[in-house]
């Protein structure tokens, strides 16, 4: 998986308990991404960075925020989950910018379901 | 709105035959088209990419054929094999990825 780890791999929790899904790369690549995949839906963009403390929003991020405050580490942060949030969560690395030839590799997945 | 259709949702081959996904698209400001194989519990792996100004890249038994008139472009695999068995995304990027809905794909021995 490209030297990218996620976790926690599996969690269940309940409705408005917050929740942090971490990524962690030993790539040092620039750029860092958090989806989700639903059936039906395919992949969706949630959050990105491009360097420490810069993040933008995605296609799908309302209900979520992000963190970067190591090169290392990305944080998805759900502050008060809802059963709309139940999904399976990727992150994804890649050494060039949104734009372009730009090979993303992607983590191993975290599954969360919200009760 | 799903920027980029996939079709069909679920595909059903031989082994030795021919597996074609198709995906089909309107926002003409793309500009790169990877495909992705996904093995369950595992996280989604670029497969083969294109760019719009080739109509046809070929690694090994993977094909991509690119219609930009037409705003659609397909994965061949050519003689499939169980291994093969995966789900399948096309992708479509400007300032960022926008995902199909995704291809099961059985090759049944």
């Known amino acids: 998986d490209a030297g990218i780890t996620q976790s926690p791999r599996h969690k269940v929790t309940e409705t408005g308990t917050p929740v942090t899904l971490r990524c962690h790369q030993t790539e040092n690549h620039r750029y860092m991404y958090w989806y989700r995949q639903d059936p039906g839906h395919g992949l969706r963009l949630i959050h990105y960075?491009?360097?420490?403390?810069?993040?933008d929003k995605g296609e799908v991020s309302d209900g979520y925020s992000v963190s970067r405050s190591k090169t290392e580490d990305f944080l998805l942060t759900l502050e008060s989950a809802t059963s709309s949030q139940t999904s399976v969560y990727f992150c994804a690395i890649s050494t060039v910018g949104l734009a372009g030839s730009n090979e993303q590799f992607f983590g191993p997945g975290t599954r969360l379901t919200v009760l | 709105q799903q920027q980029v259709k996939q079709s069909p949702q679920s595909l059903i081959v031989q082994k030795g035959g021919i597996s074609i996904i198709n995906c089909a698209y309107e926002n003409t400001a793309f500009d790169y088209f990877p495909w992705y194989q996904q093995f369950p519990g595992k996280g989604p792996a670029l497969l083969i990419a294109i760019r719009p100004d080739v109509s046809e890249k070929k690694e090994g038994r993977f094909t991509i054929s690119f219609n930009k008139s037409a705003k659609q472009f397909s994965l061949h695999i050519m003689d499939s094999q169980p291994g093969d068995s995966a789900t399948y995304f096309c992708?479509?990027?400007?300032?960022?990825?926008?995902f199909g809905t995704g291809t099961s794909l059985t090759v049944i021995p």
């Open positions: 960075s491009y360097g420490v403390k810069d993040t």
């Open positions: 992708a479509a990027s400007t300032n960022q990825f926008y």
